[in-house]
């Protein structure tokens, strides 16, 4: 497998909403392949040659990290902070969040609902992906679909522009002095889904309630970012249906920036 860092610039702030995702602080790997199946489908008509792809496991993909001063920060679920490999930085999103209430107004007699939308600053920092993919993977295709994606805009009200980025740049990640596998001993940089009953390290759990629609969740138990594990499976590609039936596919398989 090769690994390629994709850099990418935000333009506007992510929007979420505590709805759906109760993490605010950060944007997963499940998230992103999504995305980019919504946005790989625009471009090309149908998404079934990067489904393919994971279903084959010839792709994975990280979650969102920051880039600073040519350091890159991972995220940690445990301690809700990005933090360097070596740990001897951190960027704490406490500076990056800001949470805002709003009240959503019936079209019918019902009473107007409160809720919680949370504002991350993207602008403040530089943002990156990782990306491990096999001889046979069109990674041009990949990049394209990131190109548009920063189009249309990742999050809530993409409509109102929140969420938009460019893609700056696709860089070696050995100029960053890190090791990325998909299997051994290293730390999660991508939610994990494992396949055997038992994984050895030191692990989080993170409860993820998906929604699909009025009404209508898929939920998860998963192993999530920042965990120190022994990877000995491929983890899942899990598909559930929407409610305009399509199949979509709901990405837990592992990365790992290898730990000295």
């Not at 993207?122 to 920063?150: H, M, P, T």
């Not at 009953?197 to 999530?224: D, F, H, L």
Request: glycine share 6%.
């Amino acid at each position: 497998m090769q690994t390629k860092l994709i850099r990418l610039e935000f333009k506007s702030k992510i929007i979420f909403q505590r709805t759906w995702h109760e993490r605010p602080w950060r944007m997963p790997s499940d998230y992103l392949v999504r995305s980019l199946v919504y946005a790989w489908s625009k471009l090309y008509g149908d998404p079934n040659e990067l489904v393919q792809a994971l279903i084959d496991d010839h792709f994975r993909i990280s979650s969102l990290l920051i880039v600073r001063r040519g350091k890159l920060f991972l995220p940690d679920y445990g301690t809700h902070i990005y933090v360097t490999l070596e740990g001897d930085e951190i960027i704490d999103p406490a500076e990056l969040v800001t949470e805002l209430s709003r009240i959503r107004v019936a079209r019918d007699m019902d009473e107007p609902t409160p809720f919680e939308e949370y504002l991350i600053n993207a602008l403040k920092y530089e943002w990156a992906v990782i990306v491990s993919f096999s001889e046979s993977f069109d990674l041009n295709k990949l990049i394209a679909s990131f190109r548009l994606l920063g189009d249309l805009g990742i999050g809530g009200r993409k409509s109102k522009g929140s969420g938009r980025f460019r893609l700056t740049s696709v860089d070696s990640i050995d100029r960053y002095n890190l090791e990325v596998k998909c299997k051994g001993f290293g730390k999660l940089i991508s939610r994990y889904l494992p396949t055997c009953k038992e994984v050895e390290g030191k692990i989080y759990q993170e409860s993820v309630t998906i929604w699909y629609g009025s009404g209508k969740s898929y939920s998860y138990v998963v192993i999530p970012e920042g965990s120190e594990v022994n990877v000995m499976d491929d983890g899942q590609v899990i598909f559930v249906e929407n409610d305009l039936n399509h199949r979509v596919p709901i990405f837990f398989r592992p990365l790992i920036a290898v730990v000295d």
